[in-house]
């Protein structure tokens, strides 16, 4: 197998650089009209037939032989069963990988709270947890114990009452590392099925399949697309678009580790971005020499350079402030400060989903055991979104208590309000409050 890169080259100097940038950064995660209807039709028909339909569109995607419902169903003993098919070093990685997640998840956990004014009005607001969760799991060749994890753990330390997973087995093929972090997680019910069909089972429920709040985890673009249409009938995460990274260097960091850096996203898929911001020409040479060097020695080198050449970047800027104003333009899922004071340059970092500090921190850390989450914004979407977290697993619902003093007073402000927009039913059920005027 011969490979070999060309990645892009370009500079902040140049008149063009937004614009070749633009171009670099341009994804497309609409679906095409063929996908849309064929998703459109899976879920009328799961809605209509519920568990039969599931059973069928997993004979004849999944080719599983399933005769009932009852066949794609995995108790909590088969979950307990995987962690006793795993070899006891993966237990132990997941089990401390599980602890760490939870440990810094448990941080983000949000209370209730309620404060009383002088007059006795209280407001406040309380917390509540989703009632029920559901949990997507790519299935097969593409399987995540990882994600699993960081979906499944975050809603039991919210305090969800019950986290479903659903997991594709493309012709049986059952993934024991997936079933056991789902055992270690705390995951409540397992259905062996995928696709547009499992979303649909999950944000309208089946006869088998518990209707959830929210649907959570990562997807090919048939699960995108069908949690765009559920959305609203049910909460999702996000429409999780190709990984990326974004590593800014002072040109200090060994140049193998770079490279080794941006392949941890590119081997994702075709589609994943990497991108190299750096002030110094010479590193940037180096780096390239690295890519050229180590690509031959990938697994998935194929894939890497598809991804590299296609929408990969080694960007020269005019120094450290500009690199940083490059990456918030860019606003990345992952960003790798690889230099010398990381600390100084945080404060400037105004959009990207997880920030890496330092020459020793890659941003393979963060996807497996580092702690937070890996769920993270996409295609630019940092700039207004937030990493998965406890708080997409709570709601809040606003806590108001009027004493007479206080109701009085306010519905002087309320009614001026209220009438000034010519809402007079809005206006006079205030002034009934109003202490000495019940009538108006």
Request: aromatic residues 6%.
């Amino acid at each position: 197998m011969t490979v070999s890169t060309a990645i892009a080259r370009l500079n902040a100097a140049d008149q063009d650089f937004a614009r070749h940038l633009d171009h670099l950064l341009s994804w497309e995660s609409v679906s095409d009209d063929a996908v849309n209807q064929r998703v459109l039709d899976i879920i009328k028909a799961v809605r209509e037939r519920g568990d039969q339909a599931l059973v069928e569109f997993t004979q004849r995607f999944d080719g599983v032989e399933a005769k009932t419902i009852d066949d794609l169903i995995l108790d909590r003993e088969r979950l307990e069963l995987a962690l006793t098919r795993i070899t006891p070093v993966q237990r132990e990685a997941l089990e401390k990988a599980a602890s760490r997640v939870r440990i810094y998840h448990e941080r983000q956990k949000q209370d209730s709270w309620q404060y009383t004014e002088a007059d006795g009005t209280v407001l406040g607001q309380k917390v509540t947890p989703l009632d029920r969760a559901g949990l997507y799991v790519p299935g097969g060749k593409a399987s995540y114990p990882s994600s699993v994890l960081m979906n499944a753990i975050p809603a039991k330390v919210a305090g969800v009452g019950e986290v479903v997973m659903v997991v594709p087995t493309p012709r049986g093929e059952v993934n024991e590392l997936v079933l056991a972090a789902a055992c270690i997680a705390g995951v409540d019910r397992v259905f062996t099925v995928g696709g547009a069909q499992a979303v649909a089972a999950l944000a309208y429920g089946t006869e088998s399949v518990p209707q959830v709040d929210k649907i959570v985890g990562p997807g090919n673009i048939y699960v995108a697309t069908a949690k765009r249409h559920v959305f609203g009938q049910v909460g999702i995460d996000m429409i999780a678009g190709p990984s990326e990274i974004l590593v800014v260097c002072d040109g200090q960091t060994d140049p193998d580790w770079i490279a080794m850096d941006l392949f941890s996203q590119a081997e994702h898929d075709e589609d994943a971005q990497a991108i190299l911001v750096s002030p110094d020409a010479a590193f940037l040479d180096r780096v390239a020499a690295s890519i050229d060097k180590l690509l031959p020695t990938m697994e998935r080198a194929e894939i890497i350079e598809k991804s590299i050449n296609g929408r990969g970047a080694l960007i020269q800027v005019r120094d450290m402030q500009q690199a940083i104003e490059v990456a918030n333009r860019i606003a990345p899922e992952h960003l790798e400060l690889s230099v010398a004071d990381p600390q100084a340059w945080l404060p400037h970092i105004r959009h990207a989903g997880a920030i890496f500090m330092g020459r020793h921190t890659s941003e393979a850390l963060g996807d497996y055991c580092a702690g937070p989450n890996h769920v993270l914004p996409t295609s630019g979407t940092a700039r207004f979104s937030s990493p998965l977290g406890v708080y997409d697993f709570q709601k809040r619902s606003s806590i108001i208590f009027c004493s007479e003093q206080g109701a009085s007073e306010l519905g002087h402000t309320a009614s001026v309000l209220a009438r000034g927009e010519s809402l007079t039913a809005h206006a006079r059920s205030a002034e009934y409050r109003i202490l000495n005027e019940k009538g108006n």
